[in-house]
């Protein structure tokens, strides 16, 4: 079963105009992190916000905010004021804590956001 | 400061050679990871250490091998390539102090081609 869900292959925003990226995970875990990370055509991966499951404020930096409902297991980015240079790959991810003090992440496939002049 | 490197940076390979990659770290991270990356199909872990010594299976093992005797370093061999193995290959490292914000810093990536 997936255990991190995008449901948007691809979005398309107006440049300056706000937009919502999917996410929802699925663990019986109560400790985890969700974080997101973008991935411009470059190829590296850089981190850009994470939420921790006990967390109870939504989690902001900058122009990115973490819209997590817990309930609902969803864990949406806003990218608040598009820029073309926000056009890139982004993906979601969530760090478990299997046992014996380890963790991983799992990561969902994808969204790929284009931002329009 | 340079972060997580890999090396090579890209590679191509004959069906049933063998190769190593290399990341290294010089955060002093207990934590790395090794990653693919398929079109459609997000980040795939291989294989993953939780310290000097000592590596456990990810999701998507068959076919790798690894190993991590220094802390700074982390090999992810293939001893007999397969056209399946053509991907792109991410490395990462973190440390998971009190808190649990820390986030994986990854490598530039290996883009490795298996003919």
């Known amino acids: 079963a997936q255990k991190i869900t995008q449901t948007q292959p691809g979005m398309f925003v107006q440049e300056k105009e706000a937009v919502t990226l999917d996410c929802t995970y699925d663990?019986?875990?109560?400790?985890?992190?969700l974080f997101w990370y973008k991935q411009p055509s470059s190829g590296e991966m850089i981190f850009l916000i994470y939420?921790?499951?006990?967390?109870?404020q939504n989690a902001t930096e900058g122009r990115y905010s973490l819209n997590f409902q817990k309930a609902r297991k969803s864990a949406n980015l806003v990218i608040s004021a598009s820029q073309l240079g926000d056009s890139a790959m982004y993906f979601c991810?969530?760090?478990?804590?299997?046992?014996?003090?380890?963790?991983?992440?799992?990561f969902g496939t994808g969204t790929r956001l284009k931002v329009l002049a | 400061n340079a972060g997580v490197t890999q090396t090579p940076k890209f590679r191509v390979l004959k069906t049933g050679q063998s190769m190593t990659l290399l990341c290294a770290q010089d955060m002093n991270h207990e934590y790395m990871y090794w990653y693919r990356q398929d079109p459609g199909m997000g980040l795939r872990l291989i294989h993953y250490s939780v310290g000097e010594g000592t590596t456990a299976k990810g999701e998507v093992p068959d076919g790798y091998n690894v190993s991590r005797l220094k802390k700074q370093n982390f090999l992810l061999g293939l001893e007999s390539a397969a056209p399946s193995q053509t991907s792109v290959y991410f490395c990462?490292?973190?440390?998971?102090?009190?808190?649990?914000?820390?986030?994986?810093?990854f490598g530039p990536g290996t883009r490795l081609l298996v003919l």
């Open positions: 663990t019986s875990d109560p400790s985890y992190g």
């Open positions: 990462a490292s973190s440390s998971h102090r009190t808190g649990g914000r820390e986030t994986q810093y």
């Open positions: 991810a969530m760090r478990e804590s299997p046992g014996s003090g380890t963790y991983k992440y799992i």
């Open positions: 939420q921790g499951s006990y967390d109870q």
